[in-house]
């Protein structure tokens, strides 16, 4: 069937998948849930656009992540594909005529968070659209043993039942085998349909160092691995002040968070792109949705919280197959850091009753009122206001997210939008009427198409360039015809949101499920005390840890990470090496030996055997037990 390597060709310019793609494409145009997984940078995103292009009808795409949902739209609509995204933080106007055009009109793709999928509003619409397929990026969100579990994703199932027939495509890049198994469960997967790539990557050597001088190290890295890289860093004030050090010693680098204004972001983005040596020094806010094949470097400054996002995030080096390095560096303060923010994850139920009421109070809202209701919100205005702990209010916040009564958006960022109100003839009417708009309507209609049928991104600087008029002056205009309501135009803002899914209650109404918090709980602390186990542990190949945490097993050690390298140094191959600890285990398991004894029960060279206990004895994987007898550690 060369109809999807038509498809590709002509919509991307590419002649070949990549691995598994095919696969994923040809499942679910034959109808069958399908769970994909892939790894970062595996091109997830090609597989439910060319699936959703080769039928008849409209895909729709669930997404958590609102600024890669509109990076995809914008790609799709430059690839002549008219696709849709319908998030937080627009109009009830806006929306409507969204919903119109993808059910009357013929676009392909229909982007929507989460938190849209139990509108009443969705819900009546999307039986009258034409649905091909039904895509749940970002699969492991629905999972409660998931590293990032998102409550609304739960609604999935509701809207299967309103679309019976229409397969569902899982895609997630980091899942362990509890949550394959919770994806299929929870999505009604008719039977078990899972396709994967091994999560290997044979070209990215995995490097962990504990560092007090991290910033020295740093340096260290940027000279010897040429090439663009990134820096992940846990605040934004990190950001900056690491990036200006490194520039003083003659890296070039910049920096980047959520909190700069989006041209701001966007010009940074684009120039690291075009940089071959240029090092972002970034909050985990950069690289969703973003492509660089030629990253030879991904540094973690601190610990991440778990190994799922600490692989996502490394993941973006080495894209294009060539050798790049992950590295982490941490110390013991990192770690006793990491134990002590896991008390504020789960802050206690007073505490988050408190913050419930305080935000009714923040945005003057009476018990009963507010389900759908959007409100910006400051977190740092907020705590201000009521004397909070910014983390224990975000947890606490997220814990409400989790139990369904509210839902906090990533920060959105909504470009200036406008649409006119009134129908071409009664338009004209109008500048013949009112000769002072006359020139500026013409300049809209010249500037923007469609702009009667939808909401058009607008840029209010454009306009005033292609005039040589002043910014203020074209709002001055805007504002003005939407008074007159001739318009409807929204300016462009940029900030996270927080939406009522559930009507406010009393705060002595409120009901948590402490079963789940207690297990979501258990399996944070698990994720720590692997994520803690991976840093600490330097006698098992990085690789290896890492593979076998999301389920795989019978690899080879990598030869390539700081621990293969550091095993590489005693001389012994491989194979040689694994048959003496398979058989160091079976004497010196349970009861200890003398090395004379070990030795006479080996079938290897007594050098061998020496070098692989002196290597087992620097690590600490076993111990003399006083005198000198030898046993395996527990």
């Known amino acids: 069937m060369k109809i999807f390597e038509n498809i590709l060709k002509k919509y991307w310019g590419y002649t070949k998948f990549r691995p598994l793609q095919l696969e994923i ?197 940027c000279k010897k691995i040429r090439g663009a890289g990134i820096v992940y860093v846990k605040t934004r004030k990190q950001t900056k002040e690491i990036a200006l050090a490194l520039r003083e010693m003659g890296v070039n680098t910049d920096f980047y968070h959520a909190g700069l204004d989006a041209q701001t972001r966007n010009l940074k983005q684009e120039n690291w792109m075009k ?29 991440p919280e778990s190994l799922e996002a ?72 907020f705590c201000k206001t009521f004397k909070f702990e910014i983390v224990k209010t975000y947890n606490s916040i997220k814990i409400l997210e989790d139990e369904g009564y509210i839902v906090l958006s990533e920060a959105v960022e909504t470009k200036s939008r406008v649409k006119f109100k009134l129908q071409r003839d009664d338009l004209y009417k109008f500048q013949v009427e009112h000769r002072q708009f006359d020139a500026f309507i013409k300049l809209l209609l010249r500037s923007y198409t469609g702009i009667f049928t939808e909401f058009c991104i607008i840029s209010e600087e454009q306009l005033a360039k292609k005039v040589n008029a002043e910014t203020d002056l074209i709002i001055k205009y805007l504002i003005a015809l939407a008074k007159l309501g001739i318009i409807s135009y929204y300016r462009a803002k940029q900030n996270p949101l927080i939406i009522y899914t559930e009507e406010r209650l009393p705060t002595e109404s409120l009901l948590f499920s402490y079963n789940d918090i207690e297990t979501r709980k258990q399996k944070h602390e698990q994720r720590l005390q692997a994520i803690i186990e991976y ?47 398979s058989d160091l285990k079976r004497i010196i398991g349970k009861k200890p030996a003398s090395l004379h004894e070990i030795i006479s029960q080996v079938s290897h060279s007594e050098q061998d055997v020496i070098s692989v206990i002196n290597y087992l004895l620097d690590h600490k994987k076993i111990s003399y037990t006083g005198g000198s007898e030898l046993l395996w550690n527990t």
């Not at 040596?277 to 969703?288: L, R």
């Not at 692989?311 to 002590?340: C, M, T, W």
């Not at 690899?555 to 012994?572: A, P, Q, T």
Request: charge should be positive; include cysteine.
């Open 275 to 303: 940089s071959h040596n240029m090092v972002m020094i970034s909050t985990n806010a950069f690289g969703m949705g973003i492509d660089k094949p030629n990253v030879r470097f991904v540094l973690h400054f601190d610990m």
């Open 25 to 221: 494409i040809r499942s679910v145009h034959s109808g069958v849930d399908t769970l994909g997984l892939m790894p970062t940078g595996g091109g997830k995103s090609i597989t439910f656009q060319i699936a959703g292009l080769a039928k008849e009808g409209i895909c729709i795409v669930v997404t958590p992540l609102i600024a890669l949902m509109k990076d995809q739209v914008d790609s799709l609509r430059q690839k002549g594909i008219k696709a849709i995204a319908i998030y937080s933080g627009m109009n009830y106007k806006e929306i409507e005529i969204a919903y119109d055009n993808c059910t009357y009109g013929n676009v392909k793709f229909l982007y929507i968070s989460p938190e849209r999928l139990k509108t009443d509003m969705f819900r009546e619409r999307i039986r009258n659209m034409n649905v091909n397929l039904l895509t749940i990026d970002e699969a492991h969100c629905i999972s409660q043993w998931g590293y990032d579990f998102r409550p609304s994703y739960l609604e999935i199932i509701e809207i299967r039942n309103v679309i019976p027939t229409v397969p569902v495509l899982a895609l997630t890049a980091t899942a362990t085998p509890d949550v394959v198994a919770d994806i299929q469960n929870k999505l009604g997967f008719k039977r078990h349909n899972v396709l994967q790539t091994s999560f290997e990557r044979k070209n990215l050597t995995y490097i962990v160092k504990q560092k007090e001088d991290k910033l020295g190290y740093i340096l260290t890295i």
């Open 535 to 581: 840093v600490t542990n330097h006698s098992k190949c990085r690789s290896l840890q890492l593979l076998e945490y999301f389920g795989e097993s019978n690899k080879m050690r990598c030869g390539n990470c700081d621990v293969c390298r550091k095993r590489n140094e005693i001389g012994v191959n491989t194979i040689t090496f694994d048959y003496i600890v």
């Open 310 to 381: 600490y692989f996502q995030e490394a993941g973006r080096a080495g894209r294009d197959g060539l050798e790049a390095f992950a590295v982490l560096l941490y110390n013991k303060k990192d770690i006793s850091n990491l134990k002590a923010n896991f008390t504020k994850k789960f802050p206690d139920f007073k505490y988050i009753k408190n913050v419930y009421e305080a935000l009714a109070n923040y945005y003057q809202i009476e018990v009963g009122a507010a389900k759908g209701n959007v409100y910006d919100f400051f977190i740092d205005d």
